[in-house]
């Protein structure tokens, strides 16, 4: 008798969760997306005029529906999203899906936050800062930038990234202060110092 308890209990959370998990699907014709996984595939993007999309016949459920981490927020004016996909992880995208802010580097599992009007990105080991409207301020020429701190970003020449656990920080190369406006503004110690916590 206690074994049929059990097996019918097992029963009601299985169904009680495969119900949750359906209504956490987008779909569009063949094309799904898991709003708690916060990753769009290909098929999820669209170009339209040359410029990438999020797809129109997702995006209203995508964004009012979206249960976990994929929240707008407010920039300045405009209001964003933060999404992954195959090709590029992080990006930003406006209310109308248009992709704004490609290869936003990641900082704890999701993008990194604008300062200012500007992102860290990243992309084949170079960084640079962008704007909202996915612009370079600094290009992307330098082997590393620190997350805004104290009303700067610390930028570096000739440093390599190496990692720690699951995290991972830069070390060596020269280094240097960059303002809210992105102009470099003079040379700083390297903030890491190895073997140090």
């Known amino acids: 008798m ?3 308890a059990n097996a019918l209990i097992g029963l009601v959370v299985f169904l009680a969760l495969s119900c ?11 094309c799904e997306i898991d709003r708690e996984l916060i990753e769009l595939p290909s098929c999820a993007i669209e170009t339209r005029d040359g410029q990438l999309y999020v797809a129109v016949s997702l995006l209203k459920s995508f964004l009012l529906e979206s249960s976990i981490g994929i929240q707008p927020f407010r920039v ?17 995208f406006d209310k ?21 009007g500007l992102v860290r990105v990243a992309r084949n ?11 370079l301020v600094v290009p992307m020429e330098l ?12 930028g570096c020449k000739g440093c390599t990234s190496k990692m720690m ?23 700083v110690e390297n903030p890491i110092h190895e073997g140090s916590n």
């Open 2 to 4: 206690r074994f049929l």
């Open 165 to 187: 656990g699951d995290y991972s920080y830069f070390s060596g190369g020269n280094w240097f202060a960059i303002n809210r406006h992105g102009k470099i503004v003079g040379p």
């Open 125 to 135: 080991g170079k960084w640079g800062l962008a704007n909202m409207k996915g612009n």
């Open 96 to 116: 109308n899906g248009r992709i704004l802010v490609k290869d936003v580097a990641e900082l704890d599992w999701g993008p990194s936050p604008f300062h200012h």
């Open 20 to 30: 949750q998990a359906t209504g956490q699907i987008a779909q569009a014709g063949k």
């Open 143 to 154: 082997d590393g930038i620190l997350e805004f701190y104290k009303g700067r970003w610390l």
């Open 76 to 92: 300045g004016r405009r209001h964003l999203t933060a999404a992954c996909s195959e090709q590029t992880c992080w990006f930003y």
